[in-house]
């Protein structure tokens, strides 16, 4: 694998400068997609003209039916024979769009964002064809054919490596599409899905985080289920999908909030497990259209029209399963005690016995942002008539304290992963880190979940000793002297000292 990913990030310097990291992300991804699907076509091609002694007819009756069909003049090899065509870009697009056209099903709109025939993009005919050409010369160095060089699942982490990669060459931009790994592996343990169980996530990005929480089943019976806003991470999701062998996943393309699109039977679907980094304090989320909502997601009350966080909440908790759903999500610390609307949204939540736990996360964890985030767990299973109904306190965890400092950003190491999970599955207090708190405190606070407010992380000063620091300042000073001192003397031995 590593040699994919050597090849795969050399490749970007065709096109650092030219473009943004967030934008010639699509064009490497696409070329190691294009590269895996032509490489295990080839093999599957040579596999069946041996194993049926050249019977063309045969042959090509058993490819059609395989995992995806490759259409003539669109393999990579085809198209790498062809990188000193004059139109080397537009039969790039040809090919990416005969790929989609016969693979709908699983590929439909993945390519639709990106063209290597844009001059904008990719500059005047000469310079394009040139960079076009390298990434060809580049990406045919990998050998993709599985169990030949790579093992079957080390395409799908190359792609999740080249993701996490472009989102810290993105910065701000990386939110769109990136939850980092560390914490998609705490809420994925939080939620603990299940066997069978349904997983969504309505602001899925390129879909790290579902795979992830799809992981966590340790099989693979799940159904994963997704929307995403913009269209370019939309197409990342579902190449995702592909690369990690999760052909049934359900990826839709559109606004979760004023759009939903993951329906069923003119409702909208419920789900075991919902999972969500959702855009923090989103501006013009639409609030404007929330009393006219078709589902009536909002009957706590409306979120603020310049701040989304209560608005995803409350999606998220109305798509998890009645009396079963879980729900773990990411938000920014204001939705802990901000008050208005949102302090409403919050109490009702709260009286409805919904919430389950606030975790405090260590700050400079995302590359889109160095503000601390908390994770907020909801369990319908305390409704009224659920398994936990009898779970009326909340479970407090400040874990901000425990990181491993990095370069430009903080990391959650395994340790302080294995600490979160095992305190929310023990559910007791620990001095300084977590506490439970009885649903009548939090009504005390006035439904004020700051997390100082319920967990006491003080650690009191050593006592001064005030003789010992005056001793040693009157040593310092000692010192001192001499050393102006000594100076003098070599200033008058180098007749400097007028």
Not at 90 to 111: P, S
Not at 244 to 254: F, L, M, Q, T
Not at 296 to 307: A, E, H, L
Request: aromatic share 8%; hydrophobic share 40%.
């Amino acid at each position: 694998m590593d040699d994919i990913k050597r090849v795969a990030w050399a490749a970007c310097n065709t096109f650092r400068g030219l473009i943004d990291p967030a934008e010639y992300k699509d064009y490497i991804l696409i070329m190691l997609f294009l590269k895996f699907v032509s490489d295990v076509w080839k093999q599957h091609l040579e596999e069946n003209m041996r194993e049926l002694k050249g019977d063309d007819v045969r042959v090509q009756r058993r490819m059609q039916r395989e995992r995806f069909v490759m259409p003539e003049g669109s393999t990579f090899d085809e198209l790498y024979a062809a990188r000193d065509a004059d139109n080397i870009g537009e039969r790039v697009d040809i090919a990416l769009e005969a790929i989609e056209n016969t693979n709908k099903a699983k590929l439909g709109g993945v390519f639709r964002n990106v063209s290597f025939n844009s001059q904008t993009k990719l500059g005047e005919t000469k310079d394009r064809n040139r960079r076009i050409k390298n990434l060809l010369e580049d990406f045919a160095k990998l050998d993709l054919r599985p169990g030949h060089v790579v093992e079957d699942e080390a395409i799908g982490e190359a792609y999740i490596y080249l993701i996490e990669r472009f989102a810290s060459e993105a910065g701000k931009k990386a939110g769109e599409f990136y939850t980092p790994l560390q914490v998609s592996q705490v809420l994925a343990k939080l939620v603990a899905p299940l066997p069978g169980d349904r997983i969504c996530d309505p602001a899925c990005g390129s879909g790290s985080l579902l795979i992830e929480t799809a992981y966590e089943v340790g099989g693979k019976d799940f159904a994963l289920f997704g929307q995403e806003v913009n269209g370019g991470t939309h197409a990342l999701a579902k190449l995702n999908m592909f690369l990690h062998d999760i052909d049934g996943a359900r990826i839709e393309w559109g606004d979760t909030l004023n759009n939903p699109l993951l329906i069923e039977d003119d409702h909208l679907m419920a789900f075991d497990v919902v999972v969500a980094n959702p855009p923090f304090s989103l501006d013009k989320w639409g609030a404007e259209n929330a009393p006219s909502d078709r589902f009536k997601r909002w009957t706590r009350g409306i979120p603020p029209k310049s701040t989304g966080d209560w608005a995803f909440i409350t999606h998220m908790v109305e798509t998890a399963k009645p009396k079963l759903g879980r729900v773990a999500v990411v938000v920014p610390h204001g939705v802990l005690f901000r008050g208005g609307a949102e302090g409403k949204i919050r109490e009702a939540m709260i009286r409805e016995n919904l919430l389950d736990a606030v975790i405090g996360l260590p700050s400079n964890l995302f590359q889109s942002t160095s503000i601390p985030v908390a994770v907020l767990v909801f369990d319908r299973r305390r409704e009224k008539g659920g398994s936990r109904a009898k779970s009326t306190d909340v479970l407090f965890i400040d874990a901000s304290r425990d990181f491993k400092q990095a370069k430009t950003q903080n990391i959650l190491e395994a340790a302080h992963t294995a600490k979160i999970i095992d305190t929310f599955k023990a559910r007791m207090d620990a001095d300084k880190y977590a506490r439970v708190v009885p649903a009548a405190e939090i009504e005390e606070n006035g439904f004020n979940l700051n997390i100082p407010r319920y967990v006491d992380t003080f650690e009191a000063e050593a006592e001064i000793d005030v003789k010992a620091v005056q001793a040693e300042i009157d040593q310092l000073e000692a010192e001192l002297v001499e050393v102006k001192k000594r100076m003098a003397g070599y200033l008058r031995e180098l007749g400097a000292d007028a």
